[in-house]
């Protein structure tokens, strides 16, 4: 007897379906919620089987690899997202490209991403961690990088993104954004966007009001090696 591995389309499909039981038990519509496919590590060709599958919203999370997708893919006139950490000498180029940013998470980084041009929707990252090395502002700051963010030319912000600790309840974890989201409508109401939720947790997420989700392997199969 053999055994095939599912294919993307079917992989693809699992999720959704996933995505819509969650949104049922939550008495949401699965229509509000938008699916990033993160696509990070993969050849562009890959992007265009998700894009024949009617995929419109990509995720990535390193800039050259990002940049270099995004202008082989041009012509699919997809929406591409930004989730990993930005360096302050990338943003402009993130920016020429990225649709939105998952990621900002600094004042520096607000600085850099300003624009009098054109305007950019962004996520304002929290970090749910006490390790300063991954990616996102302490929640205790939350609130004066949000008010930097809304008073920077250029930067639309969407919503609060996080990802959930390793070691704590994914759903506990997206509860806390949920509460800092409900924090900083205060200061911009909005901003009400939550990106959270991955492979393993969207369907916690989404009965925590996730909005958008990013999500790579159970949709893409496993990252190829990098050496
Ligand atoms: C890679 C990545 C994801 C997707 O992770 P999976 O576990 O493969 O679903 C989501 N968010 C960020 C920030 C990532 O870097």
């Given at each position: 007897?053999?055994?095939t591995s599912p294919s993307l389309a079917e992989r693809l499909e699992f999720v959704r379906t996933?995505?819509?039981d969650a949104a049922r038990r939550a008495d949401r519509d699965p229509g509000a919620i938008t699916t990033v496919v993160v696509t990070k590590f993969h050849p562009a060709s890959l992007?265009?089987?998700?894009?024949?599958?009617?995929?419109?919203d990509i995720g990535e999370n390193r800039h050259q690899e990002a940049q270099s997708k995004a202008a082989e893919l041009a012509d699919l006139d997809l929406t591409w997202h930004f989730v990993g950490q930005v360096q302050g000498k990338k943003a402009r180029a993130v920016r020429g490209y990225a649709n939105v940013i998952h990621s900002v998470d600094r004042e520096s980084l607000v600085s850099a991403l300003g624009s009098e041009q054109s305007v950019i929707d962004c996520f304002v990252q929290v970090n749910l961690t006490d390790d300063p090395e991954r990616g996102g502002v302490r929640p205790d700051l939350l609130e004066p990088l949000v008010e930097s963010v809304l008073a920077t030319a250029g930067l639309r912000l969407l919503g609060l993104m996080a990802v959930a600790p390793l070691g704590e309840e994914p759903r506990a974890a997206f509860a806390r954004v949920r509460g800092l989201s409900d924090g900083i409508r205060r200061l911009s109401p909005s901003s009400t966007a939550l990106s959270m939720g991955m492979s393993q947790d969207y369907p916690a997420a989404v009965l925590e009001g996730a909005t958008h989700l990013r999500i790579g392997t159970a949709i893409t199969g496993n990252r190829p090696v990098r050496s």
């Open positions: 007897m053999t055994t996933g995505i819509a992007v265009r089987d998700l894009a024949d599958l009617g995929v419109r």
